[in-house]
């Protein structure tokens, strides 16, 4: 994430080795571990997420919802790894917000990245990419003055709790984050954080008057 070169190990599986960076702390799988781009798209196939699933609808407003007590219908928002029912857009939409999507494998339209937005989504998708530090510069340029980011991924706590987690255990998961991490982040863009839920946080960006 900040480029620091200090890793230190933190954990082995009987599939990955798991490295932590003593800065950003964010723990990382190597890029040796990584399956392929196509074995990755097969995983995200697998996941048939449908608009009318309530329990899929349930959990996505957990990260939906702390943004539309924000908003109203005048901003527009990203939701960013959409997937490929777009289900997050079509629930803003029925509460009056428009949202566009992106997804690197089922909306890749590069134009939506070309503009600003009041508010960016991403739920479940942060830990798919191994490229955070690019990541977070492209949400810090796509975000207008005072834009809002909401992320939801399961946090790391500590190697103990890591050792048992079943979340480290699906193939595409290769970036952990922490608070620890999501406070370096919200320090090293000058956004203001905080968690909303177990699973959810909130970075609002602001830039101080010129
Ligand atoms: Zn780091």
Redesign the pocket.
């Known amino acids: 994430?900040?480029e620091?070169p200090d890793l230190t190990f933190y954990h082995q599986d009987r599939k990955r080795e798991y490295w932590q960076?003593q800065?950003?702390q964010?723990v990382q799988v190597p890029p040796q571990f990584h399956i392929t781009t196509e074995q990755e798209k097969a995983e995200y196939d697998k996941h048939d997420n449908q608009d009318d699933d309530s329990g899929y609808r349930h959990f996505l407003s957990r990260c939906l919802n702390p943004i539309l007590e924000r908003v109203d219908s005048s901003q527009l928002g990203l939701d960013f790894g959409c997937g490929e029912g777009r289900v997050l857009s079509k629930m803003a939409q029925e509460a009056g917000v428009s949202v566009n999507n992106y997804d690197l494998y089922y909306a890749d339209d590069q134009s939506v990245l070309a503009q600003q937005y009041d508010f960016i989504t991403a739920t479940e998708v942060i830990e798919h990419i191994y490229d955070a530090k690019g990541t977070f510069e492209l949400f810090d340029r796509l975000l207008t003055a005072n834009g809002q980011l909401a992320l939801m991924t399961k946090r790391v706590i500590d190697k103990e709790a890591f050792s048992r987690w079943h979340y480290k255990n699906d193939p595409t998961h290769i970036c952990f984050y922490s608070v620890a991490t999501f406070e370096w982040l919200a320090d090293s863009f000058n956004w203001e954080f905080k968690c909303i839920e177990k699973d959810v946080v909130l970075f609002l960006k602001y830039n101080l008057p010129e």
């Open positions: 994430m900040c620091h960076c800065h950003c964010l």
